[in-house]
């Protein structure tokens, strides 16, 4: 089960952190994946980390990082500068295995979605 939280209105340049809790996977030996989708776009991948490390899409690259916690099972989307563009429901998603690839198709565990909504 993935539960994310941490979505809320904000504005152009803000920061935010979103939370995406999991349990019956292992956050560290697992690939887990941060999607967003945005009203009338398809799900966009927005980046992802296993052991192998990070991989992030050229939309948020220096703006948007990835941790985890190990301890709390739980893995963070940290975000900067943001921009009225990344105004979505993100979804946290999880795999089994350290491949990160970041297909939607390739994730078997999805969160309920947290919406992000950047506006002045």
């Known amino acids: 089960q993935l539960v994310e939280s941490g979505g809320r209105l904000v504005q152009p340049g803000d920061s935010l952190r979103l939370s995406c809790a999991a349990s019956?996977?292992?956050?560290?030996?697992?690939?887990i994946a941060w999607f967003r989708q945005a009203p009338g776009k398809a799900r966009e991948g927005v980046g992802c980390?296993?052991?192998?490390?990070?991989t992030y899409a050229d939309s948020v690259k220096g703006r948007f990082t990835i941790s985890r916690d190990n301890a709390e099972n739980t893995v963070y989307l940290q975000m900067s500068a943001l921009k009225p563009e990344d105004t979505a429901v993100y979804y946290c998603?999880?795999?089994?295995?350290?491949?990160?690839?970041?297909?939607?198709?390739?994730?078997?565990?999805w969160g309920q979605g947290t919406q992000v909504t950047v506006s002045s």
């Open positions: 998603a999880a795999k089994y295995g350290v491949q990160p690839i970041l297909m939607a198709g390739r994730f078997g565990f």
């Open positions: 019956g996977i292992t956050v560290d030996r697992n690939t």
């Open positions: 980390i296993s052991s192998y490390g990070e």
